[in-house]
């Protein structure tokens, strides 16, 4: 597990969260991110920690699936991020 400070953890947080809004990172990597900057975890451990295999986390991981948020939300929630749905108005 890394070892972080409170202050280390919120501005990496804020940065996925950023990078998250602007389209520059996916979910997938996301996960990722969160796994490894934040608690320096190989996928099996991490897997284990939230209590899914390792292969719904590497899908996951590498956009090879389209899970349900219930999962998604599970993996995220350790790094404080949770989806949500959000109305988006569009000029016709």
Excluded: C, H, W
Excluded at 40 to 60: C, E, H, N, P
């Amino acid at each position: 597990m890394v070892n972080l400070s409170a202050e280390e953890r919120k501005q990496i947080l804020a940065e996925l969260e950023t990078d998250l809004i602007k389209n520059i990172i996916t979910i997938g990597e996301l996960v990722k991110q969160v796994r490894t900057r934040l608690y320096g975890m190989t996928q099996t451990q991490y897997a284990k920690f939230i209590k899914v295999s390792d292969k719904t986390l590497r899908d996951i991981e590498k956009g090879n699936t389209d899970p349900r948020f219930s999962v998604l939300n599970k993996i995220l929630a350790p790094g404080g991020f949770q989806l949500s749905v959000r109305a988006v108005r569009r000029e016709l």
